[in-house]
Nanobody
Framework: QVQLVESGGGSVESGGSLRLSCKVF????????VGWFRQAAGKEREGVAV???????LYTDSVKGRFTISKDSDIKTLHLQMNTLKPEDTAMYYC??????????????????WGQGTKVTVSS
């Protein structure tokens, strides 16, 4: 049973930093992609950053240069370093896993397993 558990959310002022972590349990796939997604109040869930086992990454344009996704070699732990945070980054952040991953994708519908989420609030 695949499980993902996020941590590290919180409240910061604009310009601040946060580091999110995600523990990944129970998967057995070799070709896997994992990533971070977010959902702000009243908006659809969107992809933020994803990474595959080889370390290739894909970011949504609004976070490029500010956020960095990383993982350990076995994808047991996933991180999202978020710098220069803006009020528009306020959202619930989720980590997700896509088994049998052939290509990187930021589309939430491509991911099968999800964590419960961690809240990030950025005040102006």
């Amino acid at each position: 049973q695949v499980q993902l558990v996020e941590s590290g959310g919180g409240s910061v002022e604009s310009g601040g930093s946060l580091r999110l972590s995600c523990k990944v349990f129970g998967y057995r796939y070799r070709r896997v992609c994992v990533g971070w997604f977010r959902q702000a109040a009243g908006k659809e869930r969107e992809g933020v950053a994803v990474i595959n086992r080889e370390g290739n990454t894909l970011y949504t344009d609004s976070v490029k240069g500010r956020f960095t996704i990383s993982k350990d070699s076995d994808i047991k732990t996933l991180h999202l370093q978020m710098n220069t945070l803006k009020p528009e980054d306020t959202a619930m952040y989720y980590c997700a896993l896509r088994p049998l991953c052939e290509r990187l994708s930021l589309a939430p519908e491509d991911y099968n397993y999800w964590g419960q989420g961690t809240k990030v609030t950025v005040s102006s």
